[in-house]
């Protein structure tokens, strides 16, 4: 007995047969106590046993001398399926088959089936097939029917290794066949060789062990029907189609399920329902069909949204009926669930439901006609007047409410809340900020709760930090070598200033970081990551060597927007208290001050140059004209703007030099403005025109701005004064949204949307919830009226993103933008048309976006949106591919809000192309709708 | 995961059968409780149904979200659908495996041709071939419906044939009570009519694979619709893994209209929903967890109410009261057990959590039945309650006026009331800030602060398994 606990532990499972032979029961039974003990030491995982291929050798020797000892058949099952004495091998295995059969050899046959069922019914069954298989073999029992039990069956029966003969061969073929259509996952050979003439191919397999009578041909037919009765995933419902047409039911066996092809057709998956109807239409045709039962499938199919399942429908209704055209009774029956279909969301398919209802309505008695007509309320607009040909009077009378425009409420900006008035308040928000993905209001809310209470409770606020935040060597090595790491966005956080206050930070990155910064920006999102970062720092900074009592820029709204009289005040008290701005913190608070135009100094200015320091005297000249231009925030001469002028240059001109490109450059001068912000071609037209000393007068002034900001501003600021070279970065991290950006240039989104667009192209490859800044820029801070061009065209970009969601939020800000009267639909839709002309925007996911904000109830907007853009769609040739798709949204609102204005040119000319095209029978749809006349008045609604 | 294994044995599997009188659908039932007590094959019902072919349909969504599991979809064996007989109804409920989406069919009276139902709550056998003739019903004519084994019982009963053992986590257990619970402060937020229900609902993602995204949406009401939105916009309506409204597709034919409820203020944050699909004479409703990974069960948004025993005395004089009522009246009930109406609530939150009554948001009233599993102290054994409790026994609860302190392992923990919420230093807080309930500490200082005895708390928590 000791040498066989010594081979087990050697892992020498292959000596313990030979070994446990000559022991009588007694001492079986003595060795099943050390081989628990031994099986306990197992699994502590001590010592040699730390190691998994050795724990793994032992526990096979256990299992398959425990296998020996145990008398009962349901311990030694248990025994043998027990998860921790197969760590790396299950007894299916040969390396522990051949053993483990060994010493159950000689066991009473009995026995060994009880075992195997007993063995069956465990989860590991699938694994442990080839030893059940060899159990149930010597006992010569039934083989068991459990799940796991029939997967390793067929899983051993593959075709692929000579599984078609060994099906024939095996006995157990017939009973555990049809037991393979009820497993719930499916062995994964099913599906490993599609193709038919391969001898791997299973539904040839099954279908030829039918036709050798192995297994009954009904039990497979009605195997698969069940099956994709209950539907499932798509690849196994395929499996199944493939068995089902492989053994070709006859009319017969098709006759015989009626009731399933039925349902089949009402709630299968699009393949599913599409064998089941052509199969009903098969019957159907041979007049097997009980038109009663017709009846039911056509009203549950023409319920379905696929075209193709709906088109084919009314095709065997047409025959049906043309054939029986006579019989009053198949009229009756079948008309009403034709008319189904006149409230299907495809028109197309409302319009060949009408002709097939108007051809046999002679036939129809009164009360149908009534009924038909009633079920006509459902038909689109567009065959209104069909509608009225086919039923006349009966008709009910045309719902004339007039189109309620439906635009979600406009944003609310709120304010940030005051700042915390305890050391606990402020230790639980840091703690909720390090732990989650940074949000702007919140970080600004702790940066200056930070900084206040460092300042007026500085001992309280360290001792409670170290004592709420664990791994305090982390941030040791961390903050020695922050320039190693990466300061990605998320890791800027006010960690640093943490950090500083448990003293995490050395002297020597607080003094030189803030150097370094802004040296190494090369595109706007690295510039604005800087800005926020340079903040951070500094307060760091501010807390180890000047501690100030509260911060400048904190902003007042959660739009990032800070009040100019707040900034005033909070100048004034630090002016009393003695207090130095800080440079960083200070230049982050103008940008976040509303600049005003020239000449424009109102009595908040006059009291910030009362102040008589040098910040009051630079946020007076920000509030009143004298604010530095931010080159980098308009576009670059010549790379982006302009992009829609070919569509429409006129009101390009007349928005771009309006109040729309406000953004770094409401200087005061609008000249300077469009020599900047203009297409390259008005631009040479405006230097031409002007007299040369305008024009030196000017050069000198962008001179001085360009200066203005290297002189004023921090470093980490000056790029915003330098025209930025690289605004489509590619790099990952640049091409994601950072709620941060809005609030360091909360009065900038004309900036920020120029900086996005090319990001929003690409949006949906690598990155996701890019288009959020479109969301956050349409309920930014902006002036009066409409938004500028860049946002209009991120707009667009946005709107022909990837993913689903990213067109979501375009639309979230579209409608935001339209409910805060900003938004310029005209201008949007050049934007969309020029996108989709450049190849820049897929149609289909256009379609799609505009069909959702149509959806919500604003049809009008929507409308107005499409009105500027399918013009020169229209004109695009070839014709874009989902034009039909754009056209039936652009129909679907025209019928809703009855818009006024004139014909869309090209319209009339594609609409009388005719033939079946959906932009065709689309074009025909929307032109019928704008000359059948506008009038209806429309109510603008904000909800 | 502690769990244990629920058997079911049903005298022969639920099976729809044609004959020279009509259809039958029989449901066989197994265990349960009535007015007279335990019984291992109660009756609930034997009469016509008004509209067969969408109570089909209904049974069919209830089965689906019983066999779901979204997050993970493995195939595994869960739990039958449950049904109530309250009288003037049934109710048919299911929990999907995820522990995240909640199914209730409601078959009104109207639904039931007028006939009354008896009362009690018991399993019903779903079985593969009962869905394929579900799947396959078509047509109005008449369908004879029996809940239970009737007076067929006699004759054949001698025996039972069908017998299904299914594990049954603790998560699953509390989840499934806490899911209705979860919905009593819900309130109607929007409602759609048929053709806009259709619309919307077809507009949503399906599964891919039986796997719901993870994503989180929102929706507003606007108009007769529901407009979609990607942030929570004041009075959005969170929809998280919208995949999993997937099972009321079912029933999209036979819609009258459909219901939203959802939390009175959303925070901005996510969380959970009801959608109900108004059928004739029926009512499909769905309650979603506040995320497709999120299960109900560790929402704890009942933990408070469960930290001090005041409420459980109460619980049991309410519960001795109820007697399978559609509609449980609060005020009611108070006068016939001499509590306070605030009291009674409590009572009915705490009872709700051990799967003895249902809350059903369209008729803002709870409602009697007895989940027929061992829950009834399923949520005594909540981890976090657990926890407390022994945080507690070990002295590790330092009381300090408005603040308090809890030593856990090395390290201190603060806990803060603030507006009557308990705020904590751990991560757990910073994470969720007590959306999904009070955090261990925050718990163990609740019940120092009402002193509840810590050694009758240990006694409890040593007889977790």
């Known amino acids: 007995m000791k040498e066989l606990l010594e081979a087990v532990r050697e892992g020498r499972a292959d000596k313990v047969p030979a070994l446990l032979g000559p022991l009588t029961p007694a001492e079986r039974k003595e060795l099943l106590v050390e081989l628990r003990a031994l099986r306990a030491e197992l699994r502590r995982e001590e010592g040699p046993w730390g190691h998994w291929r050795q724990r793994g050798l032992a526990a096979t020797g256990v299992l398959v001398a425990g296998a020996g000892c145990h008398t009962g058949a349901a311990a030694a099952a248990a025994w043998i399926g027990s998860r921790d004495l197969r760590i790396s091998r299950p007894p299916g295995s040969p390396a522990v088959l051949r053993p483990l059969l060994e010493v159950l050899d000689g066991k009473d046959p009995g026995w060994l089936g009880d075992v195997a069922h007993r063995l069956a019914a465990r989860a590991s069954a699938e694994d442990d097939f080839p030893l059940i298989e060899e159990l149930v073999r010597r006992a010569g029992c039934p083989a068991p029917a459990t799940e796991g039990y029939v997967s390793g069956w067929l899983d051993a029966r593959s075709p692929r290794s000579g599984g078609a003969r060994l099906l024939r061969e095996d006995p157990h073929t017939p009973a555990l066949l049809p037991l393979a259509f009820d497993l719930a996952v499916l062995p994964n050979t099913f599906g490993w060789f599609p193709d038919e003439k391969t001898p791997g191919h299973w539904p040839s397999v099954l279908a030829g062990l039918a036709e050798a009578g192995v297994v009954e041909r009904s039990t497979l037919v009605d195997g698969c029907v069940s099956r994709l009765l209950r539907g499932g995933r798509p690849s196994e419902t395929g499996f199944f189609l493939n068995v089902l047409r492989r053994l070709a039911p006859t009319p017969e066996e098709e006759r015989a399920r009626i009731p399933d092809w039925a349902g089949m057709a009402a709630d299968g998956g699009p393949q599913v329902a599409a064998h089941a109807q052509s199969a009903l239409g098969r019957l159907a045709e041979s007049g097997l069909l009980p038109v009663r039962a017709l009846a039911e499938v056509t009203g549950a199919v023409l319920f379905r949204t696929e075209k193709k399942l709906v088109r084919t429908q009314l095709t065997l209704l047409a025959k049906v009926l043309r054939e029986r055209a006579g019989d009053g009774e198949t009229v009756a029956g079948l008309l009403p669930s034709v008319a189904e279909a006149f409230g299907h969301p495809d028109t197309g398919v409302q319009e060949r439901a009408l002709k097939l209802v108007a051809r046999h309505l002679p036939a129809a008695g009164e009360e149908l006609r009534e009924d038909l007509a009633a079920s006509a309320a459902l038909l689109s607009p567009a065959h209104r007047s069909a509608a009225v040909a086919v039923f006349g009077a009966l008709l009910p009378e045309e719902e004339t409410a007039a189109h309620e425009e439906i635009l979600p409420p406009p944003p609310v900006r709120e304010r940030l809340p005051a700042p915390p008035a305890s050391v606990a308040e402020l230790v639980e928000e840091v703690l909720v900020l390090m732990g989650s993905p940074e949000e702007a209001g919140a970080y600004e809310w702790v940066l200056d709760g930070l900084v206040r209470l460092a300042h007026r409770e500085r001992e309280p606020l360290e001792a409670a930090l170290k004592e709420a935040i664990p791994h305090q060597e982390w941030y040791e090595h961390r903050f020695e070598n922050f320039r190693h790491v990466h300061l990605s966005s998320h890791q800027i956080t006010v960690e640093v200033v943490v950090a500083t206050l448990l003293g995490q930070v050395s002297d020597h990155a607080l003094r030189t970081v803030l150097k370094r910064m802004g040296s190494a920006v090369d595109c706007p999102h690295d510039g604005l990551r800087e800005i926020t970062t340079a903040r951070t720092w500094e307060a760091a900074r501010l807390i180890r060597g000047r501690p100030v009592p509260f911060l400048l820029a904190t902003p007042t709204w959660s739009t990032g927007a800070l009040d100019a009289e707040t900034l005033v005040e909070r100048l004034r008290k630090y002016r009393r208290l003695e207090v130095e701005p800080a440079p960083v913190d200070f230049a982050q608070a103008l940008l976040r001050v509303a600049r005003g135009p020239a000449g424009s100094g109102d009595g908040t200015a006059a009291r910030a140059a009362a102040l008589g320091t040098p910040e009051g005297d630079r946020l007076a000249a920000w509030l009143s004209g004298g604010a530095p231009a931010l080159t980098a925030l308009s576009p670059k001469p010549g790379s982006e703007a302009g992009s829609g002028s070919e569509s429409g240059s006129g009101s390009r001109t007349s928005t771009g030099t309006g109040t729309g490109t406000g953004t770094g450059t409401d200087g005061g001068n609008g000249g300077a403005e469009a020599a900047v912000g203009g297409a390259p071609e008005q631009r040479q037209a405006a230097w031409l025109s002007e007299n040369p000393l305008t024009i030196a007068r000017r050069m000198a002034h962008g001179m001085r701005e360009r200066l203005a900001p290297l002189t004023q501003f921090p470093p980490a600021f000056r790029w915003l004064g330098r025209p930025l070279e690289d605004q489509k970065c590619d790099r990952w991290s640049c091409g994601m949204w950072e709620s941060h950006w809005a609030t360091v240039l909360p009065h900038d989104r004309e900036g920020l949307a120029l900086w996005m667009t090319h990001s929003l192209r690409t949006s949906g490859d690598w990155t996701r919830g890019t288009a959020g800044c479109l969301t956050a820029l349409a309920e930014s801070e902006a002036p009066e009226g409409p938004a500028g061009p860049e946002l209009h065209r991120a707009l667009a970009a946005g709107t022909g993103a990837k993913r689903a969601s990213d067109r979501l939020a375009a639309v979230d800000a579209m409608l935001t933008l339209a409910a805060r009267g900003q938004l310029d639909h005209a201008e949007l839709g050049r934007e969309l048309a020029h996108a989709v002309r450049h190849g820049s925007l897929k149609p289909n996911r256009l379609a799609d976006a505009l069909g959702t904000a149509a959806a919500t109830g604003a049809y009008g907007t929507v409308w107005a949106v499409l009105a500027g853009a399918l013009p020169p769609l229209l004109r695009v040739e070839p014709l874009p591919r989902a034009l039909g798709e754009i056209l039936a949204v652009a129909s679907e609102c025209a019928e809703r809000c009855a818009p006024d204005g004139g014909p869309l040119p090209g319209l009339a000319e594609l609409a009388g192309r005719g033939g079946s095209s959906q932009s065709a029978a689309q074009a025909a749809r929307l032109l019928k709708v704008l000359e059948h006349g506008a009038g209806t008045p429309t109510k603008d609604r904000s909800k | ?465």
């Not at chain 2, 009354?116 to 369908?143: C, F, I, K, Q, Y």
């Not at chain 2, 009175?264 to 506040?290: F, I, N």
């Open chain 2, 1 to 465: 995961m502690t769990r244990s294994t629920q058997a079911l044995a049903y005298a022969r599997p639920s099976a729809l059968e044609s004959g020279a009188a009509g259809r039958l659908l029989g449901l066989e039932t197994s265990g349960g409780l009535t007015p007279a007590g335990a019984q291992p094959h109660p009756t609930f019902f034997s009469g016509f149904l008004s509209s067969p072919q969408t109570a089909a349909r209904g049974l069919l969504a209830v089965a689906d979200v019983a066999a779901a599991r979204y997050h993970d979809p493995t195939p595994r064996p869960l739990l039958d659908p449950v049904v109530t007989g309250n009288g003037d109804r049934l109710r048919f409920e299911s929990f999907s495996g995820c522990c995240g989406v909640y199914a209730r069919l409601d078959v009104l009276r109207e639904g039931l041709d007028g006939a009354e139902t008896g009362h009690g709550t018991t399993n019903v056998d779903v079985n593969n071939p009962l869905r394929e003739a579900l799947s396959r019903m078509t047509g109005d004519s008449p369908l004879h419906l029996r809940v239970g084994p009737g007076e067929l019982a006699v004759t054949t009963l001698d025996g039972s044939v069908v017998e299904k053992k299914v594990p049954l986590p603790q998560r699953w257990l509390r989840g499934f009570a806490e899911a209705q619970v979860a919905t009593a402060g819900f309130d109607l937020r929007a409602e759609l009519p048929a053709a806009e229900a259709v619309r919307f609902l077809r507009s949503l993602p399906r599964p891919s694979a039986g796997r719901a995204s993870r994503a989180v949406g929102w929706v507003v009401a606007s108009g007769r619709t529901l407009r979609p939105t990607t942030r929570p916009a004041p009075g959005a309506i969170c929809l998280p893994g919208p995949e999993r409204l997937a099972a009321l597709q079912r029933v999209l034919r036979q819609a009258i209209a459909l219901r939203v409820y959802g939390p009175v203020a959303t925070d901005g944050v996510a969380s959970s929903a009801a959608w109900e699909v108004v059928l004739p004479g029926m009512r499909l409703t769905l309650t979603l967890s506040p995320g497709t990974t999120r299960g109900f069960s560790g929402e704890g948004g009942v933990l408070e109410a469960l930290s001090t025993d005041e409420a459980a005395q109460d619980a049991e004089l309410v519960s001795v009261l109820l007697a399978w009522e559609p509609r449980i009246d609060p005020a009611e009930l108070a006068e016939r057990s001499g509590l306070t109406v605030a009291r009674v609530r409590a009572a009915l939150v705490r009872l709700g959590t051990a799967g003895r009554v249902g809350y059903d948001v369209a008729d803002a009233a709870y409602f009697h039945r007895e989940l027929p599993y061992d829950a009834d102290r399923t949520e005594r054994h909540n981890p976090r309650l657990v926890d407390a409790r022994g945080l507690l026994a070990a002295g590790a609860v330092t009381l300090d006026g408005e603040s308090a302190s809890v030593a856990s392992g090395p390290r201190v923990y603060r806990v803060r009331e603030v507006g009557g919420q308990l705020r904590c230093t751990c991560t757990w807080w910073a994470d969720h800030q007590g959306r999904r309930g009070p955090c261990k500490h925050a718990l163990a200082v609740r019940m120092a602060r009402r002193g509840t005895a810590a050694e009758t708390s240990a006694a409890a928590g040593g007889e977790n398994r």
